[in-house]
């Protein structure tokens, strides 16, 4: 699942959404279950709780428009489903504060939100808790995710196993599952800074127009400051171009918009000798990412005008959750 802070960007379209589609579509899951994480979304937004509500519908669009489809997979809200709340409630008794403490990717979100300084919420220290709930519920065997969310996974390994050694075998263990491809599992933001983030407002954005689109690259994203004329030999690595180029474009890219090259490591050979300026390399990354992005703003914006559906398909996905979740409670 995902938190409701903002619309879904490119890091969750490569770190998580994709697969979820080629998941539901593979026929091999008796059930998929998307869960839209409003109450962990509170835990370090309790004071703008209007932002949660309406970005709700926002992620929903998304999901729809990436082609998550309702009558395969079900897309419920947290905040509806009083058995999360109780298993959380009980998992609690089974993490101690030292290991959560522990927990690398709570760790560096406590420094990014200020919470080392100004104090930290006990809801957002026990959110990995609440998502062992959120997961368990469902009896979920696997859990597409990106790399920021393999501690939370282990955090659940951990519940499951203490929880079933103590009451009995009852809790089903999920596995992560992570993108084969280094740079989906964390893209970093168009700024360069270590992870495309909501709430680091360095993201292109599912819904952005393609104007939008361009505006990123062009003017956001930094290539090799080395490499002042073309002719100039250029770093490929830490250049975020050719991180999302490595993460994004495919041999069939450079056959339909770059057919000069065969692959990307030609086009870096190129790249690194000298020779190849930065503006052909982002238009390249441009053309290469609205292959994705297109159809999805399309679909997007055809959802968006059948808004009434889109409601009834969450009332009925969260219909369909509540009797999940009351069963595993
Ligand atoms: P927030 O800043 O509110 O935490 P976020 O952008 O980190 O938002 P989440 O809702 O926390 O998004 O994450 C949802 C899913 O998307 C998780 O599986 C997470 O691993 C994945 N994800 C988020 N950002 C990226 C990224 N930059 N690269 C790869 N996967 C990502
Ligand atoms: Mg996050």
């Not at 450079?254 to 000298?274: S, T």
């Not at 409601?311 to 999940?324: C, R």
Request: proline share 5%.
């Amino acid at each position: 699942g995902d938190r409701p802070t903002g619309r879904l960007h490119l890091g969750h379209y490569v770190g998580s959404l994709k697969r979820r589609v080629e998941l539901q579509n593979s026929g091999r899951f008796d059930e998929i279950n998307i869960l839209i994480a409003d109450d962990q979304a509170l835990t370090d937004n309790a004071d703008n709780p209007g932002k949660i509500r309406e970005n709700i519908i926002n992620v929903v669009l998304d999901y729809l428009s990436v082609g998550i489809d309702p009558t395969k997979s079900t897309i419920c809200v947290q905040s509806t489903l009083p058995a999360l709340h109780a298993l959380t409630f009980y998992y609690m008794n089974l993490v101690t504060t030292a290991r959560l403490s522990r927990n690398p990717t709570v760790k560096s979100e406590i420094q990014m939100r200020g919470f080392a300084d100004e104090g930290l919420p006990v809801g957002f220290f026990a959110y990995p808790v609440s998502q062992a709930a959120d997961i368990t519920a469902f009896h979920a065997n696997v859990v597409p995710v990106g790399e920021d969310q393999l501690p939370m996974l282990e955090q659940t390994r951990e519940i499951v196993e203490k929880f079933n050694r103590i009451y009995g075998e009852t809790l089903t263990m999920p596995t992560a599952m992570i993108p084969e491809n280094e740079m989906q599992r964390r893209l970093p933001g168009v700024d360069g800074k270590a992870k495309m983030s909501k709430s680091l407002g360095n993201c292109i954005y599912l819904s952005d127009s393609a104007a939008v689109v361009k505006k990123q690259i062009n003017g956001k994203m930094f290539t090799d400051p080395l490499h002042l004329q073309i002719s100039d030999p250029g770093h490929t690595e830490g250049n975020v171009v050719f991180t999302y180029l490595d993460a994004f474009c495919t041999d069939e890219h450079f056959a339909e918009f770059l057919p000069d090259y065969a692959n990307l490591e030609e086009m870096k050979a190129h790249y690194r000798r000298g020779g190849l300026g930065d503006g052909t390399c982002k238009k390249f990354l441009f053309n290469v990412l609205e292959e994705t992005l297109a159809p999805i703003r399309e679909e997007r914006a055809r959802w968006a005008k059948d808004i009434d559906t889109v409601y009834d398909i969450l009332a009925a996905g969260t219909v369909k959750a509540a009797e999940t979740t009351n069963e595993t409670l």
